[in-house]
């Protein structure tokens, strides 16, 4: 943030200073985060968490000053704590984030997507860091709920703000979009994602239309050309270029000789009729259509193939997105539990296949939520994929993963190699059955929390 006194601070929050120097400088604000209060934060207090922890937390750092609501008292504040009182101290934070983003002239990168919005943002991320300072997210903090934190940050020596645009209803990307107005969009592919709260697919549709309509004119769009619900999109009233990226069809950004290696994924991307190698330190070609979206991106802000290749050379997986671990007993765990949605779990198992050339396969799938109608051929779908992937153990965690299990039966699985599980303790006892040498795959939604399984396992000798 900006640095600013303490007084110009109550003046644009409109608030009233009950205590503390008006010429205070403040350089960091903390909304409800009191595990992260800092000594030199003002903190905005927050209805949603509870009352007293966040009071232990400014009695024990003593930051610069506190902002309350005006029904709450203010005699248990430490002495020496200035305190700004205002009607409503998230709107208080909102207008000190709306004031902040007037002061920075920054480039907004806007990136949005049913699967793969995530690893893309980080992709961009880190081709883009050795020349572009930036604000970007964290983690799944991607609504727009979230929006001020990023915009209070903005300092003035940053030039970038990368945002993935998520959201959980119509009109969310919206909002975003009519504050930081993206220069350059992108929409990573339209799928299941997000239908049990939308309704059905043409309003996810609908949802992901909203980066294109709120982006500024003039600026620049990229689309999965090999994705057909990103055909459904309406560009006729973009004002702005469209671009866009695959392997499968004609693009502006074309994959090619897209092949598994030993640490990663190799392919070529066909730019302007000329050929480019890249590496990308993951597996899945899912992950190439990521880097193609990329590197798409990178190249509209004026990047070089150079900085590009060394850039997706360095990327990181983010955690629990295909990460890589081996337990104390030398088994190869996949973690790719941070979430699911059919075409991901999909292209998750496709990379345990390639992966599992000579070694045991283990797939541990737990449901797929937030798929609404579409739930129950969403299973079906993956149990039939895995039973032609040669398992040698398929377990399942969760009510609608029965479906999983039941439809790779249905379709030739060994039904002794199918276990349907309803604890993480009874996956952990069958995974400890399973040989020395195999590969064990995670996959499934948030609320599951297979990461623990995993932790169990790795560090089980």
Known sequence: MKAITLGKLAQIIEGQILSGRRTLLVHSVNFAKPKRLKKEQVYFYSKKVNWSRQLKAIRQIKPLAVVLPLEASASSIPHGIGIIKVRDPFAAYWKLAHWNWRQHAVKVIG?????????????????????????????????FTFLPDYLIQLKPHHKLLLLEMGMKSLNNIKKQCLIVKPHIGVVTNVGEAHVGSLGNLDIVVKAKQEIIDGMRSGGILFLNADDQRSRKLNVQNFMGQVRTFGIQHRAHIQGTN???????????????????????????????????????????????????????????????????????????????????????????????????????????????????????????????????????????????????????????????????????????????????????????????????????LKNHA
């Open 111 to 143: 990136i949005t997507g049913s699967a793969g919005k995530s690893t893309t943002t980080a992709m961009v991320s880190s081709i883009l860091r050795s020349r572009w300072s930036m604000v970007k997210t964290e983690g799944n903090l991607n609504t």
């Open 258 to 456: 897209v092949r598994f290696a030993k640490n990663g994924m190799k392919f070529e991307a066909l730019i302007k009729g000329k050929r480019y190698p890249f590496f990308i330190p993951t597996f899945g070609i899912h992950n190439v259509y990521n880097a193609l979206a990329a590197i798409g991106v990178a190249r509209a802000m004026g990047m070089s193939i150079g900085e590009i290749q060394k850039g997706l050379a360095q990327f990181r997986t983010p955690k629990m997105r295909l990460q890589l671990l081996r337990s104390q007993s030398n088994r190869l765990i996949i973690n790719d539990a941070w979430n699911a949605n059919p075409t991901a779990m999909i292209a998750g198992l496709q990379v345990l296949r390639h992966l599992t050339r000579q070694r045991p396969a283990v797939a541990v799938l737990g449901d797929m939520l937030e798929l609404g109608r579409l739930t129950y051929p969403s299973h079906k779908r993956v149990g039939k994929y895995a039973s032609q992937l040669k398992l040698e153990q398929l377990i399942t965690i969760g009510k609608n993963a029965r479906i999983i299990a039941k439809t790779a039966i249905a379709n030739g699985m060994d039904k002794n190699k199918v276990k349907i599980c309803s604890s993480h303790g009874e996956v952990v006892r069958h995974l400890l059955r399973a040989p020395k040498n195999a590969i064990i795959y995670f996959k499934g939604s948030r609320k599951l929390h297979l990461e623990k399984i995993v932790k169990r």
